[in-house]
């Protein structure tokens, strides 16, 4: 059987490979050391418009196991995972979670956010989804995999609640998230703050005059202090957010750059999803407080 195959791959021979970075630090929390964690999508990379390249296929063909967001976040890489799957196991994280616990929304393209990790309760069900997989695939692992999850769900734990506390401490009414494109309604549900995204929820379709001015007519009208750029996102229709403003005579601050749809840079505090979505908090309420 395959499967039994693997689990007697050496841990720095069983390959597992994700498309966003977001869900190979997940992995890496429960794998650590006993196999190699490989992702497609570095800092700064945009999945909704992320082509593979022929390295990346190559890569996937030796994967051992695959894991990818699903809901159309990686909408350009469809119909490889589909044939991939057709000879390795390929999971999509997001079916960790029931209709219920996702966001619809028409402007998307299955017309359901995929932005899943940013309410971390959700992103802890998806953990241990992942987790019961990974078990499966390695039986001989599974119980050095399974401390690691409780060890790791208890940080979240503790994230979600810091992040609770955080936003809470903004006025509510100048609790409102302005970004680049629809990322955070997750977020926004999670932790109760309004949010408004300047672009459909992929930054595959274009941000309008109309829309430029719709955000900036908000702007002023509920005197709101700052807005946000993205990280993964071109920061351009922002910008002339902020001089449309400037031009009626309003002053709004760029509150500073939330990571979105990737994690920081590798080896920096960013560079993991606890410290991503605890300095997107953190910058948020500086901004807004
Ligand atoms: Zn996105």
């Known amino acids: 059987m395959l499967s039994s195959c693997w689990d007697t791959a050496s841990d720095e ?17 429960i794998v650590k050391e006993h196999a190699q964690v490989v992702s497609l999508m570095g800092p700064g990379i945009d999945p ?5 390249t022929q390295k990346d296929v190559q890569q996937l063909e030796h994967a051992h196991m695959i894991f990818y967001n699903g809901l159309d976040l990686e909408g350009k890489m469809n119909n490889l995972l589909k044939n991939i799957a057709q ?21 998307f393209p299955v017309g359901i956010d995929p932005h899943i990790w940013f309410d971390v309760k959700l992103w802890k069900q998806v953990v241990g989804f992942i987790s019961q997989k990974l078990q499966e695939a390695r039986p001989g692992s599974a119980a050095y995999y399974q401390r690691n999850t409780l060890a790791y ?10 992040v609770t ?41 274009e941000c ?16 709101i202090k700052a807005v946000f750029f993205e990280a993964s996102v071109s920061d351009r229709s922002m910008r002339a957010v902020v001089e449309g403003c400037a031009h ?15 994690l920081g840079a590798p080896d920096t505090v960013e560079g ?18």
Do not use: W
């Open 165 to 205: 506390a955080q936003i809470q401490s903004i006025p509510k009414e100048q609790r409102v998230l302005i970004t680049a494109h629809d990322a955070f309604g997750y977020f926004g549900k999670a932790y109760d703050i309004e949010v408004v995204g300047l672009q459909g929820v992929s930054t595959v379709a």
């Open 248 to 262: 009626y005579g309003y002053e709004v601050a760029v509150g500073g750059y939330l990571y979105s749809d990737a």
């Open 272 to 289: 993991t999803y606890c410290g991503m979505v605890y300095a997107n908090a953190t910058t948020i309420v500086n901004a807004l407080k």
């Open 87 to 107: 000879k390795r196991k390929v999971y999509a994280a997001s079916d960790a979670l029931d209709a219920t616990q996702l966001l619809c929304e028409d402007h």
């Open 208 to 223: 309008g005059l109309k829309d430029i001015k719709r955000i900036i007519d908000l702007i002023i009208k509920r005197n």
């Open 48 to 52: 909704h418009t992320y082509k593979t």
């Open 13 to 29: 021979k069983f390959i597992i490979l994700t498309t966003t970075g977001i869900l190979g630090d997940a992995i890496k929390n």
């Open 153 to 162: 769900m208890e940080a979240l734990e503790q994230l979600h609640q810091s």
